[in-house]
Structures are given as C-alpha cells and as structure tokens.
C-alpha cells in the first residue's frame, strides 16, 4: 500500500508563487497594514459588543401607530345657584290667579304701666276702648303714642307702656286701626284701578271686617297691585286660588 507525502512549501515559494498568481499585486506599506488591523480590531470590538448585548437583555419590540384621534370640545356646564325668594315661588307655583288681600286692624290691647289692660276696638265704623274689659270711650277720635317717652294720650287721659310692650307694633297697628276711610278708597282707585264704587266697598269691607278682598289677577298683577299698597303704607298681601274655587 503506497502512500502519499504531503509536504508544505517554504514560505519564500507561497510568496513567490502569490505574487505570480497576481501579478496586479503589490505589498502594502507597514504603516497601512497597522491602521487596517486596527480599523478590523475596532470593528470586531463593537461587533462583538453589539452581539453580547443584544444577547444579555430581553427583546422587546414596542409598535406605536400615529393614529389621528377626533378632538372633542368641552362642553362647560354652568350651574346657577340662587337663593329665591320661597314665599313668592311656592305661590306660583300653587296657582295661577290669586287673590288681592287688604287688611286693617280691629283689634289693639296692651297693659299699662298701672296694670290695666287698654282695648281699642273697631266696632262697625266706630273705634271704641275699653278699660279692663269696660266701656271707657265711645267713638273716640285719636290715640297719640309718644315713641321715645313710651307713653300713650287719649280722652281720658295719659299712660304709660310697661317694659315687655312693643311700642312699635302698636304704633303700626294703631295706624291701620285709625286709617282714614278715604285714603284707602283713593289708594284702592290710584294703585290698583278700582272705580270709585268698588273702592268704596271695599274700604267699608276692610274697615268693618278688617278684611276685604281687592280683586282676582295673575301672580305678576296681584304681586304688583300688593306692592304698591304696601308702598302707601297699607297691609296686603296675595293668596292663591285653589283648584275648584
């Protein structure tokens, strides 16, 4: 069995024979093969760092799609918050006519410094007063109150208010019990556009009862003819008619 040698060629026949082969060829400067290797070297160096860390952490791959989303606007709701005046509301919401009131005072006692009590009282068209619960004077034609002194005069006389009696209140009630007959006709006419016969009838109603009914109005009429009473100085005030009335 015939075997076969390989040997190796020195290394001045493989140059030799390269530079044969190729003969366009020529050796590079030592200066160009140290800047070659190092430009391989640097390359290899990112390469491999490159590899490793790509290797060492986790692949992720996050995808973001420019989507064009409508804008919508802001509706800003406003809520109103108010304090209304409830007497006013609850009557229109009640109904939708109402009654015009006129009111006058009938009725006025207090107790004076002397522990009597003191009655005026409209009787018809007379306003008379009592002294603990007896007849003093019939018909009588004023009763002066002085505010500051708390002290009253009558006919009769001169007395004086105790500490607990509002002198205020009275002074208001002794205005509407004294009221002159035909101011209230002649505000009923001006204010609220009675004629004089039914102004007249219900100054007597007022004066008698101390109650009259003006007329029947809308919530707006009725609160504006009652303001303007009330502007003359007058009690009045709005009731609403009930369904079926």
């Not at 108010?82 to 009131?101: G, I």
């Not at 019990?177 to 006709?185: H, P, Q, V």
């Amino acid at each position: 069995m015939e075997g076969w040698a390989v040997s190796r060629p020195p290394l001045g026949q493989l140059a030799l024979h390269a530079r044969a082969s190729f003969p366009g060829t020529t050796r590079p400067h030592p200066s160009e093969d140290r800047s070659r290797l190092a430009a391989l070297a640097s390359g290899v160096s990112l390469a491999w760092r490159g590899r490793f860390a790509s290797e060492s952490r986790p692949f992720f791959r996050t995808c973001r799609h420019a989507l064009e989303m409508p804008v919508r606007e802001s509706s800003a709701q406003t809520i109103a918050v108010s304090v209304p005046r409830l007497d006013e509301e609850v009557k229109q919401k009640r109904a939708d006519r109402y009654r015009l009131l006129v009111f006058t005072e009938i009725l006025l006692s207090f107790t004076d410094t002397d522990g009597d009590n003191i009655r005026l009282q409209k009787e018809g068209i007379a306003i008379n007063e009592y002294v603990n619960d007896k007849l003093e004077i019939r018909s009588m034609q004023y009763f002066d109150i002085d505010v500051q002194a708390r002290s009253y005069h009558d006919p009769t006389g001169r007395g004086w208010f105790r500490p607990s009696e509002d002198v205020e209140e009275i002074v208001r009630k002794r205005d509407l019990m004294f009221l002159e007959r035909d101011f209230l006709a002649r505000c009923l006419m001006t204010v609220c556009g009675l004629t004089e016969s039914s102004a007249y009838q219900v100054m007597m109603t007022a004066h008698t009862e101390g109650m009259a009914m003006v007329g029947t109005y809308t919530f707006e009429t009725a609160e504006l003819y009652c303001a303007g009473l009330k502007a003359k100085g007058l009690s009045a005030d709005i009731l609403p008619v009930e369904d079926g009335e």
